[in-house]
């Protein structure tokens, strides 16, 4: 079996996202790229995150081919795949459906940058236009969107983050959810205070 550990971490952090509260049972994508053979471990589609084992998990190329593997990848391959082309010092990507970040997504709202944590993202979320999930449109909105950030927003979809492992990548999606939940509380208390750039800077050199 190809790409083992690889194989693991997906199922790993696969069952934490669910359990989490951060992408329900069927929904959302994890992959990610082995930095050697340049072949991507990605979900299955249709496996529930609690039922998915090492052997469901799909092995493809750059191309969105598969390499090894029973099962069929993810619908939104062309996505994982658009942003590893786009930025090779990406190592896994995180497709989600997190509550708070989704619901500024279906709202077609960036989350402003208005906290520290803000900074490790990049700033402000932006949302890119709707486009059919799966399709080369998408994928071609989604690696342009991310640049300089590392998450966005997919408008009346989700959410995705993407890291240099694993790890990182769903760390991003936690500060994500985070963000988003005061960003809510922020407007329910009538405030749109933000970080100033100054402030971003600021931050950014720590």
């Known amino acids: 079996m190809m790409l083992p550990d690889l194989r693991e971490q997906i199922c790993k952090q696969g069952r934490y996202l669910f359990e989490s509260g951060l992408t329900s049972k069927y929904s959302?994508?994890?992959?990610?790229?082995?930095?050697?053979?340049?072949?991507?471990?990605?979900?299955?589609?249709?496996v529930p995150w609690l039922e998915i084992t090492p052997e469901d998990v799909v092995i493809?190329?750059?191309?969105?081919?598969?390499?090894?593997?029973?099962?069929?990848?993810?619908?939104?391959?062309p996505m994982h795949t658009a942003v590893y082309c786009s930025y090779p010092e990406t190592m896994a990507v995180i497709h989600s459906h997190s509550k708070y970040g989704t619901g500024f997504a279906v709202a077609r709202l960036p989350i402003p940058a208005i906290c520290v944590n803000s900074v490790e993202l990049g700033g402000e979320v932006p949302v890119i236009p709707y486009s059919p999930p799966g399709s080369k449109e998408n994928?071609?909105?989604?690696?342009?969107?991310?640049?300089?950030h590392k998450a966005i927003l997919l408008a009346a979809h989700g959410v995705l983050c993407h890291g240099r492992d694993l790890d990182e990548a769903v760390y991003f999606n936690e500060?994500?959810?985070?963000?988003?939940?005061?960003?809510?509380?922020?407007?329910?208390?009538?405030?749109?205070?933000?970080?100033?750039?100054?402030?971003?800077?600021?931050?950014?050199?720590l």
Do not use: H, M, Y
């Not at 959302?28 to 249709?46: C, E, Q, T, W, Y």
């Not at 493809?60 to 391959?77: A, L, Y």
């Not at 994500?176 to 009538?190: D, N």
């Open 28 to 46: 959302g994508n994890i992959s990610v790229l082995d930095r050697d053979s340049r072949l991507i471990a990605i979900k299955p589609s249709g």
């Open 60 to 77: 493809i190329d750059e191309n969105g081919q598969v390499v090894e593997g029973k099962r069929k990848p993810s619908i939104e391959t």
């Open 139 to 148: 994928a071609k909105l989604i690696a342009a969107g991310l640049r300089g």
């Open 175 to 205: 500060v994500l959810e985070e963000v988003a939940q005061f960003a809510l509380i922020r407007r329910i208390l009538g405030s749109e205070a933000k970080l100033t750039d100054e402030e971003i800077a600021t931050i950014a050199a």
